[in-house]
Nanobody, 121 residues
Framework: QVQLVESGGGLVQAGGSLRLSCAAS??????????MAWFRQAPGKEREIAAS????????YYTDSVKGRFTISRDIRGNTGYLQMNDLKPEDTAVYYC????????????WGQGTQVTVSS
């Protein structure tokens, strides 16, 4: 069983930075994780994927709106993923969720509880 716990959200002014963390528990997590992603959902909007990383090989994906500002990374030994967010904009305001896709799965089946990010103008 995999559990994900996010941290690092908060209130920041436009142009500021935050780093989100996602700690994964589970004795065999690293051997069963295929990818980790950060999704976000703003009020009144659908949830969207902001960034993802292949757990073993480290290849990354970013949605266009965060390219050049966000960086996703992971610490394999620590079973932790990160999302460094720089030059934050008010439109980045959302609840951010960490999610994991297991090896052999076709979707992200494990989700954290979410952490609020609010960017003031």
């Amino acid at each position: 069983q995999v559990q994900l716990v996010e941290s690092g959200g908060g209130l920041v002014q436009a142009g500021g930075s935050l780093r989100l963390s996602c700690a994964a528990s589970g004795r065999t997590f690293s051997s069963h994780a295929y990818a980790m992603a950060w999704f976000r959902q703003a009020p009144g909007k659908e949830r969207e994927i902001a960034a993802s990383i292949r757990w073993t090989i480290g290849s990354t994906y970013y949605t266009d709106s965060v390219k050049g500002r966000f960086t996703i990374s992971r610490d394999i030994r620590g079973n932790t993923g990160y999302l460094q967010m720089n030059d934050l904009k008010p439109e980045d305001t959302a609840v951010y969720y960490c999610a994991v896709q297991a090896v052999g799965a076709t979707s992200y089946g494990y989700w954290g509880q979410g952490t609020q990010v609010t960017v003031s103008s």
